[in-house]
């Protein structure tokens, strides 16, 4: 018999895909009806990878998801030192509210339902600068989640402990109960610290997989 209540999902890498750089600018050339060259493409690419780590642009990204702001200062600065034009900058910064930019994984639905069915309270807690609930509706989560924690709604973001114990609380339930399930070591890992056990399954190169490999939070709470 399984001692977790309850189950925490991050979103974007655990439940939902996240559609990596190239595919976001190839994307925002199309919406702007633009063309360009391979070469071209691809100086962008590389301007967009090294600018990244540019530590300003690191400082601004520690916080981005602390409200729909910073986020926008953050990816905003990113891109003018990548020496993208104001237009080209605006249509790459849309494509984090474009649903496609964000496709869910084939068997989400599924796994959450499944929780559901066992007496098992689900919660998604996510660094994201906006709500997700419309897009958890699209995909038939809602009536599968107890409870959502969202950083840009409370002005912290995981590694914060405030995240994890805010969903703690929504729930009603302990550390020792509750399983964490996400994709990345140092932001969901940081529920470890708590007492959290902890589940990482680095995010798939392509949503196009027959198996996420949440089936494996069935078999531990079962």
Known sequence: MSHYRAVLFDWVGTLVHYQR???RLRRAHENLRRTIE?????????ALKATY???NVQEAMLVEDCSPELHRVANMMWFERAGLDTELAEALYAMDFDPATHPVYPESRAVLSTLHDLGIRNAVITNFHRDIRPAMASHGFTEFV?????????????PNRRMFTTALDLLGVDAGDTLMVGDNASSDGAAGSLGIDTLILPMPATVNVTKR??????????
């Open 53 to 55: 780590g540019d530590s």
């Open 21 to 23: 750089g190239r595919w």
């Open 146 to 158: 107890d409870a959502v924690v969202i950083s840009a709604e409370h002005g912290f973001q995981k």
């Open 38 to 46: 391979k070469d071209g493409f691809e100086v962008l690419v590389e």
């Open 213 to 222: 490999g949440l089936d494996a939070v069935v078999r531990l709470v079962e």
